[in-house]
């Protein structure tokens, strides 16, 4: 990633020596700005490379890995209020339409996860935060200008608002969820049935087909 003349690498992971390692000549500050191959090759960086890392834990990176960078520490909860804030922000609607939208993000989304943390499995986790961005993504490209002409009203604009949300919140949190066991009535379905029929009963304001 290029940003303002500097070059950003950035690695998502669980960090193991065998590959961290090699990256010793990337954060060492007098080490030449070089990746360092097993074989003894030194592959050179650009001096405006920067290096950062994404781990869920440092369980399995050696102390020295661990001592040549800066360490942050987020907390996964609850943060994906800031990025829906934040996004809510960049928002060119009108004041009052912003506030709505907002009032209809924090009665959808918190009960969605919750629900999924106590039902529900993934294929591959997803964190909150990353749910989130799939969620704001659905909605920017549903919640356009050509979407809302200028003669509808404020209470037609929430309406129109709150059938984008719910659509997006179920491929947002409901695209990654694992087949689990038999419904209530006994016979088995997938989790998204489930999730389908869950959803519908808890947010009847939007009619699904």
């Not at 954060?27 to 994404?54: H, K, Q, T, Y």
């Not at 959808?108 to 919750?114: A, E, G, R, S």
């Not at 695209?175 to 006994?186: D, K, R, V, W």
Request: glycine content about 8%; aromatic content about 8%; overall charge neutral.
């Amino acid at each position: 990633v290029r940003q303002g003349g500097q070059q950003w690498l950035v690695l998502d992971g669980a960090p193991d020596p065998a590959w961290l390692d090699p990256l010793a000549g990337l954060m060492d500050e007098g080490a030449g700005n070089a990746l360092l191959l097993a074989n003894a090759e030194r592959v050179p960086f650009s001096p405006a490379a920067r290096l950062i890392l994404e781990a869920p834990s440092l369980r399995h990176a050696t102390p020295a890995s661990a001592a040549r960078g800066a360490l942050l520490f987020i907390e996964d909860a609850n943060q994906w209020e800031s990025v829906v804030g934040c996004w809510l922000e960049r928002r060119t609607e009108h004041p009052t339409r912003v506030e709505t939208l907002r009032a209809l993000v924090m009665h959808y989304v918190p009960l969605i996860l919750i629900h999924i943390r106590r039902e529900f499995k993934q294929v591959v986790p997803v964190t909150e935060v990353g749910m989130a961005r799939g969620l704001l993504t659905l909605l920017d490209a549903g919640l356009t200008t050509e979407a809302f002409p200028k003669a509808m009203s404020d209470e037609e604009v929430a309406k129109a608002q709150e059938k984008y949300l719910a659509f997006a919140c179920v491929w947002a949190f409901g695209g990654a969820l694992a087949p689990n066991s038999s419904s209530a009535a006994g016979g088995v379905e997938t989790a998204r049935k489930t999730f389908s029929s869950w959803f519908k009963a808890k947010f009847p304001a939007v009619k699904f087909p």
